[in-house]
């Protein structure tokens, strides 16, 4: 039944919605995991996705869907009816806005990619801008930038150009929380809690040293 699965979220009635990206579906289950119907399928039309990346509860007991390649967000009830989408705007320093999460009041916190920038191959971490969108996709303001995940860049011109996803690769994780941004670097241990306008109010962190990668780490992950 599943394939693909990029998020779940548990709505207020205690069913399960499930982006299953492999069928361009938001799958539906109740309480005990019983399949109840989808929503969704595989297309360029409205309620229809091209690369299901995300979900997350919107205002009262909508639900929105982020479709990454048209960069388009569609906004369900609860029912599944089809409320309305939207598009992000590009903003400064990312052509490619992609939904991160969805803060309380309705707004989001999007992210671009800066660019590859110098073409060879190699392993790189390119930064991404993060800004907050209001709920109609108009960019609100800028909340900075931070390191990206770390990927392999392989480039073989003109034939062609790759980017693919490295283990253990580094990244910046990020998240809503109580009408905050969370951001945390995958290779430091720290939280930073920003406000809506980008300011630092509060950090966590740790003395703590990560754990050496080693030859024996990457063999696992290749059996």
Do not use: C, K
Not at 169 to 197: C, I, Q
Request: glycine share 10%; net charge negative; aromatic share 8%.
């Amino acid at each position: 039944q599943l394939f693909q699965v990029v998020a779940a979220v548990r709505l207020r009635d205690e069913r399960i919605a499930v982006a299953n990206a492999g069928t361009s579906e938001v799958r539906l289950y109740d309480a005990a995991g019983t399949y109840l119907e989808a929503w969704g399928s595989n297309g360029e039309g409205p309620g229809e996705f091209m690369n299901l990346a995300a979900l997350a509860p919107w205002a009262g007991d909508s639900l929105l869907a982020w479709d990454r390649g048209p960069r388009r967000a569609t906004v369900y009830d609860e029912s599944g009816d089809l409320g309305r989408t939207l598009v992000f705007d590009a903003f400064e320093g990312a052509d490619l806005p992609q939904l991160i999460a969805v803060l309380d009041d309705g707004s989001m916190v999007v992210a671009g990619s800066t660019g590859l920038g110098e073409l060879s191959t190699q392993l790189l971490r390119v930064p991404r801008a993060y800004s907050r969108a209001a709920p109609d996709g108009a960019i609100l303001g800028p909340l900075g930038s931070f390191p990206g995940p770390e990927s392999f860049l392989e480039v073989n011109l003109p034939v062609s150009v790759n980017v693919t996803s490295y283990p253990f690769a580094r990244e910046t994780l990020v998240t809503a929380w109580n009408g905050e941004v969370v951001m945390s670097p995958s290779d430091h241990f720290v939280v930073d809690v920003y406000d809506t306008s980008g300011a630092l109010v509060r950090s966590v962190r740790t003395d703590a040293e990560a754990e050496p990668l080693t030859d024996g780490h990457m063999a696992a992950v290749v059996e």
